[in-house]
């Protein structure tokens, strides 16, 4: 099939691309404006005790968790302690809030909403937290658990100790059903309180640079994620006469982690299966067990469900029959990708102007970030969000859902975002070494284009990923 795809592209390359592949429904899309800066409250004094949140995870869970713990806040009329980082075996990166986002405006911005600090006070610093019954996990909180739970068994620890430290904090507080001024809260946290420190939206802005060398005008959200160094990527752009380019960014979530906790194959035989299985070992022993104790669904039942993430291959099939010419420049976003350089040669091969940040900054650029994957992922977070057009390759992604609801967001409509059904994409693989490159191409062209379709946010989804709901954004008319 990777054949006939490049086939198709050397054929097409002179051929108009189909008129929706750069462009959202624009009328139904700029229907929406952000609205989540409003404010309709008295600020919180934060008297019932402090909150400690250590969050776990990358830099895409770790944002959703610090939201979720202003919120949380708020609810409680506590004051938060500026979160702290959990270090992971899987990311090993050091970094703390001060290293990825400006403090100092995270908490100005959210004074009219929450008391804040940078730490407790001497008083309870000295404080044994585990054996006063303060240390909560989130094993002792239900994932996306509502606000009545933390009323009921947070606010009373808070109330007796004066303090609590809720321990990997993550995506345990529920979109629904919540208060309409706490989850406008939510998405002032997210889209305006978090901006990415100076020495990342410096670079940020570099990379931008680059990858916008011939654009003629700045980008609609270049200013949110880079703030004043958005000027520079204009001076560099004003001095350029070439025609205007523009660009598609894909993320490919096909890192290790990934691709040993799907529990899928991915056509490397008894090799990969036990060196997926001996990282399953040593970073997800809890899932190494249970495989070896329950009979879960195959790899294949797996992959019919959609479960599994697209592989380098999958996606560069995908973006061909979308259209998207030979031409087309490609930033590929992602940390090292399963099967190396291998696996990347396929998406090389049909899409030669094929770029990430390691190709575009120097080794000196990217000194300062090395060994820090989390200020990596808020440079390929940067690089993504500006792009003219954004694939995501796995919905469960939360930098891919994190980017998509930034652009729907500060996008105006125009910058669109390609969803695949995996459910459905994963029907038409599973055929397409006996189909004709015309079917799969309609095949596929049809499964996306019904994820295409502009809509309010679904009960119970993440607003961070669908910020067209009322709390975050207004309609227009």
């Known amino acids: 099939m990777l054949a006939l795809a490049a086939h198709a592209l050397a054929e097409g390359q002179n051929k108009r691309e189909p008129k929706d592949l750069w462009r959202e429904p624009v009328v139904p899309a700029s229907a929406w404006m952000p609205c989540a800066d409003q404010r309709n409250w008295e600020p919180s ?8 949140v250590t969050a776990n995870g990358g830099m895409n869970q770790q944002r959703v968790a610090i939201c979720n713990a202003v919120v949380l806040a708020r609810l409680l009329n506590a004051t938060l302690v500026v979160p702290k980082f959990m270090y992971s075996s899987v990311w090993r990166d050091v970094s703390q809030f001060s290293d990825i986002y400006q403090e100092e405006h995270f908490i100005n911005y959210l004074t009219p909403d929450i008391r804040m600090v940078k730490e407790l006070p001497n008083r309870l610093q000295s404080l044994d937290l585990e054996a ?13 658990s509502k606000p009545s739970f933390y009323l009921k068994n947070i606010l009373p620890i808070l109330l007796r100790n004066g303090v609590v430290h809720l321990l990997g904090f993550g995506n345990r507080l529920a979109f629904d059903p919540i208060p309409f001024q706490l989850q406008r809260l939510r998405c002032r946290c997210n889209f305006h309180a978090l901006q990415f420190a100076p020495k990342i939206q410096e670079t940020g802005a570099l990379l931008l640079r680059r990858l916008l060398k011939h654009e003629g005008h700045s980008g609609p959200l270049d200013h949110y994620l880079v703030g004043p160094y958005a000027d520079s990527i204009m001076k560099e752009k004003r001095g350029q006469s070439a025609k205007a380019s523009r660009y598609l960014a894909i993320h490919l979530r096909f ?6 906790h799907s529990l899928c194959e991915f056509g490397g035989g008894e090799e990969e299966r036990q060196e997926l299985e001996k990282y399953r070992e040593i970073h997800f022993p809890a899932l190494a067990h249970l495989k070896k104790t329950t009979k879960l669904p195959s790899p294949a039942e797996i992959r019919s469900e959609g479960l599994c993430p ?16 030979r031409k087309t420049h490609v930033f590929v976003a992602g940390a090292q990708i399963y099967g190396g350089t291998r696996r990347l040669g396929a998406l090389n091969s049909l899409y030669p102007y094929l770029v990430t940040k390691e190709n575009l900054l120097s080794a000196t650029e990217l000194e300062p970030f090395k060994n820090f994957s989390s200020q990596l ?15 995501m390759t796995d919905s469960g992604s939360q930098l891919s859902s994190l980017v998509s609801g930034y652009r729907i967001y500060y996008g105006g409509g125009k910058m669109p975002t390609i969803r695949p059904n995996k459910r459905r994409l994963a029907a038409i693989f599973v055929k397409n070494s006996t189909i004709e490159w015309k079917v799969f191409e309609q095949r596929v062209r049809k499964a996306v284009r019904q994820t295409k379709h502009i ?5 119970g989804r993440s607003v961070y990923r669908y910020p067209r709901c009322k709390e975050c954004m207004c309609p227009t008319d």
């Open 455 to 459: 809509q309010s946010r679904p009960k």
């Open 132 to 144: 006063i019954g303060s240390v909560v996990t989130d094993v002792d909180i239900p994932k996306e």
């Open 377 to 391: 992922a808020a440079l390929d977070f940067i690089g993504c969000t500006a792009a003219n057009a954004f694939a």
């Open 310 to 325: 697209l592989t380098p291959e999958e996606a560069v099939l995908m973006l061909a029959a979308l259209g998207f010419n």
């Open 255 to 260: 890192e290790i982690d990934m691709v040993a």
């Open 45 to 52: 004094g934060g008297n019932n005790g402090y909150i400690l």
